[in-house]
C-alpha cells in the first residue's frame, strides 16, 4: 500500500462498509471521506478553469431574430484562439453551401467545417480574449474580435467591431 494510501486511511475517520477492513479499528470498511473530499475539490477546481474560457464548443445565436444559427468549436493551440462552425443549425442552411463572399483563401471553402475564429489571445490579467479576427460567412468581411465569458463561463460574449462601430452575440456554451 502507498504513503498516501496509508495516511488517507489513518487522517479518514468515515468507512465505506463492505470494503477492504481497517486493521486499526473495530469496524469493517475503507476510510476514504478526506480523499473523496480532496477528489471532488480537484475536479470542481478543474471545471471551473475549463468553464473559464473560451474554449469549448458554442451555439451562436442570431442577435436579431434570436435563432439557433451553428455550433463553434473553439480550440486553443499555444495560447492561440482559432474556432469552426462544425454544425449548421439555421433551418435555412444548406449543407453544401460555401462561403461566396470570403476575400481569402477561404473563398469556395464550405461553411460546414470553415474557421471563422483566427488569433486571438488572452489579455493579460484579464479574462478577455482579444487581437483576433472572426468572419462573417455571410457577407465575407472580417471583424476584430474580443471574447469574454459570463454567467460563470456558461455564456460567451462575442464582439466584432471594425473601428468605433460593432456588434455583440452572445453564445451559449453547448454542453
Known sequence: MSKLAKHVIA?????IPGLTPDPCSRSHGLRVKPAMTWVA????????FAQSTPVGTWRSVDDKTGEAKAEIRIV?????????IEKRLA?????????????????????????????AQKAQGKDVWEGGKILDPEN????????????G???????????????????VRVQ
Open 153 to 171: 463561463g456558461s455564456k460567451l460574449d462575442v464582439r466584432g467591431s471594425f473601428g468605433p462601430f460593432g456588434r455583440t452575440q452572445t453564445w
Open 41 to 48: 475539490v480537484l475536479f470542481a477546481c478543474g471545471t471551473a
Open 91 to 119: 433551418k435555412d442552411a444548406k449543407p453544401d453551401a460555401v462561403c461566396e463572399e470570403c476575400k481569402d483563401e477561404r473563398k469556395g471553402k464550405p461553411i460546414q467545417g470553415l474557421e471563422i475564429i483566427r488569433g
Open 140 to 151: 465575407g468581411r472580417e471583424y476584430t474580435l474580443r471574447l469574454t465569458p459570463v454567467d
Open 11 to 15: 487522517a479518514s475517520s468515515h468507512v
Open 76 to 84: 486553443d493551440n499555444a495560447g492561440v484562439l482559432s474556432g469552426r
